[in-house]
């Protein structure tokens, strides 16, 4: 297949009370892609927020307009998985980008994404905090080290040829996120790492690009003990089962 441009992008961006993150990292992202003369679209899915995000979103579809940015509510949350598989159904582009909301994913490499996308003519490319000069910047010691041997766990036990397994920036041909959605089982932050290895065994192309991930700016991180256990557990049943 030869290698054509991305056409249109569609963004999905799962929000849960980013009431405080959302203008900012809408603005970053409608310069980016003017700055860069891609085609693009916002889809924002909220999970019921209670701190008004679905308000603010509402008013940013009257700034840039409904055919840039669609408001995609849904009534409490329901998980990651879904929140992509609601999003696709609205989204017009033949590439998907999905990222965080809270400011820890930069737009600005949206571009280097679509550049590699193009050179390589990738099915995926995924941002990577653990490669080039790629890194992490407002954790403290404990959660560096608790990414980093995640990371480690799951390359030994997985060999998943991808260098950053549980980020969640990355730019994806739509049709294959709807295979992979289709094929993943997990929840939380197993899920990320399991659309890579389902991705390896499908026979899909990953390109890699190095990324700042920088600690969300408003609000409170999401990650707990339940969240590592959770983990755990979801890589063992990976390793048991691909």
Sequence with gaps: MAARGPGRVSVLLPTYNERDNLPLVVWLLVRTF?????????????????????????????????????????????????????????????FIVIMDADLSHHPKFIPEFIRKQKEGNFDIVSGTRYKGN????????????????????????????????????????????????????SKGYVFQMEMIVRARQLGFTIGEVPISFVDRVYGESKLGGNEIVSFLKGLLTLFATT
């Design 34 to 94: 003017s700055d860069s003369g891609i085609d693009f679209e916002i889809i924002i899915i909220d999970d019921g927020s209670p701190d008004g995000t679905q308000e603010v979103a509402q008013q940013l579809e009257k700034i840039y307009g409904s055919d840039k940015i669609l408001l995609r509510p849904r009534a409490r949350k329901l998980g990651l998985g879904t929140a992509y598989i609601h999003g696709m159904k609205y989204a017009t582009g033949n």
């Design 134 to 185: 790629g890194g992490v910047y407002g954790w403290d010691l404990k959660r560096k080290l608790i990414s980093r041997g995640a990371n480690f766990l799951t390359q030994v036990l997985l060999r998943p040829g991808a260098s950053d397994l549980t980020g969640s920036f990355r730019l994806y041909r739509k049709e294959v996120l709807q295979k992979l959605i289709e094929k993943c089982v």
